[in-house]
């Protein structure tokens, strides 16, 4: 199945060539688009560099300003349906998704509609966390869980494989969440449609350089929205 994976970035000219070396080590047929949101610190320009050493696999959409993790999916969701993939991951930009899953994705969604990479299927699986992210990130799931009754053991989770038709079928029209709430949203759109959904098992690593963009106007959106999920679907 024709496949492409997007990485959304913002300030990652640090991780972001080490990463898509990753990638290519471990999935060497898995097409790259990098979605960049006019990162002043010249992410787009190391973005453009990696597509010209490989032009048949790395591509690269700029936007024009930040608005957020949700409206640069969208972009990259709707270019990668419109030029015919079948497939389309979703990875973060920072190197705590490790790319040595990605064979387990591919692998795995020939027989699914999504497959969600958990960080707590079997426990906890997160490195270099501190105890007020652990709990501030398991408080997040339990609530999500009891609010939508989602049964997935990780709502929040950025490191998600989607079949074609499962995006085109929830679509994006009206989605309306924008930080890592949207990663919930999709995954409720695609558990209220009835898809064939499976999990598997990932580690989680913090990232070595560059800045969390996790900040408290994400956590009070994510708590509003997730009722407004319920409300909304």
């Known amino acids: 199945m024709r496949a492409v994976v997007i990485i959304p970035t ?10 898509v070396q990753q990638i290519q080590k ?19 320009d190391v ?7 490989d032009t048949s696999r790395v591509f690269v959409l700029h936007r024009k300003q930040k608005e957020g993790l949700g409206p640069a999916y969208v972009d990259g969701f709707r270019q990668a349906l419109s030029v015919g993939y079948e497939v389309i991951l979703q990875m973060d930009a920072d190197l705590s998704h490790d790319p040595s899953y ?29 105890f007020k992210r652990l709990m ?14 989602m049964p997935f053991s990780d709502c929040t989770g950025g490191f998600n494989c989607w079949r074609r038709e499962t ?6 029209d009206d989605v309306f969440s924008n930080g890592y709430l949207f990663l919930a949203e999709l995954k ?39 009722l407004k999920l319920r409300l909304k679907y």
């Open 167 to 172: 995006l085109e079928e929830i679509g994006f």
């Open 102 to 130: 990605l064979p387990e994705f591919l692998d795995r969604i020939s027989s699914n509609d999504f497959v969600i990479g958990s960080r707590y299927l079997h426990g906890l699986s997160v490195v270099n966390w501190d």
């Open 136 to 149: 501030l990130s398991r408080l997040a799931t339990r609530y999500i869980q009891f609010v939508t009754r």
């Open 26 to 44: 471990h999935a060497n047929d898995l097409h790259i688009l990098i979605v960049d949101d006019n990162s002043p610190d010249g992410t787009g």
């Open 188 to 226: 409720y759109k695609a558990y209220r449609k009835n898809f064939k959904v499976a999990e598997i098992q990932i580690v989680f690593t913090e990232r070595n350089l560059g800045k969390s963009k996790l900040n408290w106007r994400i956590i009070w959106e994510a708590i509003w929205g997730v």
């Open 10 to 19: 913002y300030n990652e000219r640090d991780n972001l060539e080490l990463l």
């Open 47 to 53: 973005a453009e560099a990696l597509r010209s050493k």
